[in-house]
């Protein structure tokens, strides 16, 4: 099954009891908006999971803005919600499925397949006149046993090689075969690509309103993650995607970066639904990176 879901599909199993639905909007800066919406009005039986609280933990010197949360802490959170090890879970925002798709990565970091993004989020079922209730059910606890998948995720010192040796040996991260060899021996075609997430103009170091350094990681190449989404806000088909994604080899590893590690998560679900088979999370993303003193910075293209 594919990593999204219809509005179609998602009413026609709306009150399935193997089933949780789960609100995840969210609004940077407005940090009580999310939850107030919900509180207002959502799908029926959904409950909700906030990006700050449940779905990242505190910040701290390093690990971003939006770290990633405690596996435990977060398995204790779904099982009082009553979703267990067997429970199909469709999560849905209104901020074009970047929240959506951070539960959808989280979830299958802690080892849980049966987890779905619904197209178009809580506004395009709302459009369709699809039900919608403020009416918050009441949840018998379950339980949810954590089994982590630490290879979706790379590490700071993993991403700081990968672009030492990028930038050495001039690789532009398209999957074209490069004569030179890094100092390892091995060919920089087989380095993993650094792919960054956010608009080109924070990529490129300008209108940086987020973090307190613009610019990128160097030796990363730049696919914003809205540019994978259809003007309705839902996912482009895998040819689509495979053409949106030309230049990068789908047999080569991708280490995907953001801001914070929210909006990479998006692109993650494109690449792979492109047939990118080998695609892992840099978690913490620029703000991460840039919390480390002497981690150089590249502005303008790559």
Not at 36 to 62: N, W
Not at 70 to 88: H, M, V, Y
Not at 197 to 215: F, H, K, Q
């Amino acid at each position: 099954m594919d990593a999204t879901v219809s509005k179609r599909w998602l009413l026609a199993r709306l009150y399935e009891p193997e089933q949780t639905i789960v609100d995840c909007r969210f609004t940077l800066g407005k940090p009580d908006a999310g939850r107030e919406s919900y509180g207002q009005e959502h799908i029926p039986g959904a409950v909700y999971l906030d990006l700050e609280t449940d779905l990242s933990a505190p910040v701290s010197e390093h690990g971003g803005r939006h770290p990633l949360p405690d596996p435990q802490t977060l398995a204790a959170r779904l099982s009082k919600l009553g979703i267990g090890n067997d429970t199909r879970i469709v999560a849905y925002d209104d901020e074009s499925g970047m929240n959506a798709a951070r539960l959808w990565w989280l979830l299958r970091y802690l080892g849980h397949e049966q987890v779905y993004v619904l197209e178009g989020g809580f506004s395009a079922w709302r459009a369709e006149k699809y039900p919608v209730t403020d009416h918050q059910p009441v949840r018998v606890p379950s339980t949810f046993t954590a089994r982590v998948q630490p290879q979706m995720l790379a590490g700071m010192e993993e991403v700081r090689e990968v672009s030492r040796k990028s930038v050495k040996t001039g690789s532009d991260g398209s999957g074209s075969l490069f004569e030179s060899a890094v100092s390892s021996g091995t060919h920089a075609s087989a380095l993993p690509v650094l792919l960054d997430s956010r608009a080109n103009d924070r990529y490129r170091g300008l209108n940086e309103t987020l973090d307190p350094v613009g610019g990128h990681i160097p030796g990363a190449v730049s696919y914003f993650w809205k540019d994978a989404l259809n003007a309705d806000g839902s996912y482009k088909s895998a040819e689509q995607l495979s053409e949106h994604f030309t230049g990068l080899d789908k047999e080569r590893e991708i280490i995907v970066y953001c801001g914070s590690g929210v909006t990479a998560c998006p692109n993650v679900l494109a690449l792979e639904r492109a047939g990118f088979k080998n695609v892992r999370l840099y978690a913490g993303s620029w703000s991460d990176w840039i919390s480390y003193e002497g981690n150089p910075v590249a502005t303008g293209e790559v």
